[in-house]
């Protein structure tokens, strides 16, 4: 069964400073990856996306994630905080085949961005 | 465009009612899944509607259904609803076309929160 784990529940960083939110997934074949992010009250923003090809994707924002298979991660990066990018942040893999809605995500990182 | 329209985004049962969320898509959207998020769970899948059939359904008991109409809306419903059902219920639409690269998109609405007492 696919799983998704996100081994940090809480980070803080200043603002400016870089950031890195760490996603490891367990897929029996090539994933589909996907970073979210929801802000208070809100419903899911899809950041960025990893389907093939180039393993460095960009996304909205700034984000970026590099897919390595070999460590079986998915990391998502931000060179320089802003106050608004305080959120907390979904990692998740989806099936190759068959529906590709069903997806399963991390339990989330929370991120405080101090001023 | 209009996003993924949720209603009502805020509601409040007792133990043992029923309840009946509405989710209308992004217009031309004909996937819709939806999604139960706990403190204690996280986001989980509960079943994914296409063209007024359900293609897929996640680990709930029966009393969690939905359906979907010709215009592509949905509505999940759940009855004798328990304590542990209090929860925001996330409804996502998809757009769906042949090898299309954005397929597993989702865009979610902002939920509906369910209390229930």
């Known amino acids: 069964a696919q799983s998704v784990t996100q081994p940090d529940i809480h980070i803080t960083v200043s603002e400016g400073a870089s950031l890195e939110l760490r996603c490891n997934y367990s897929?029996?074949?090539?994933?589909?990856l996907f970073w979210y992010v929801q802000s208070p009250g809100q419903g899911l923003q899809l950041l960025l996306k990893y389907f093939s090809g180039d393993t460095l994707v960009q996304g909205i924002k700034g984000f970026e994630a590099e897919f390595k298979r070999s460590q079986s991660s998915f990391n998502l990066r931000k060179p320089s905080v802003h106050w608004s990018d305080a959120a907390e942040y979904f990692c998740?893999?989806?099936?190759?085949?068959?529906?590709?809605?069903?997806?399963?995500f991390g339990s989330g990182t929370q991120l405080t961005v101090l001023p | 465009k209009a996003g993924v329209t949720q209603t009502p985004r805020y509601l409040i049962k007792t133990r043992g009612q029923q309840v009946t969320l509405s989710c209308s898509p992004i217009?031309?959207?004909?996937?819709v899944s939806w999604y139960q998020q706990t403190p204690g769970q996280g986001l989980q899948f509960l079943f994914e509607?296409?063209?007024?059939?359900?293609?897929n359904k996640g680990n709930f008991p029966g009393r969690f259904s939905g359906r979907q109409f010709s215009n592509s809306r949905s509505e999940m419903n759940v009855s004798t609803l328990e304590l542990g059902d209090s929860a925001l219920y996330l409804c996502a639409s998809s757009l769906e076309r042949f090898r299309d690269t954005r397929r597993g998109e989702l865009f979610f609405g902002e939920g509906s929160r369910l209390t229930v007492l």
């Open positions: 897929y029996g074949a090539t994933p589909y």
């Open positions: 509607y296409f063209s007024e059939t359900q293609r």
């Open positions: 217009s031309g959207h004909r996937s």
């Open positions: 998740a893999v989806g099936p190759y085949s068959g529906s590709a809605r069903q997806l399963t």
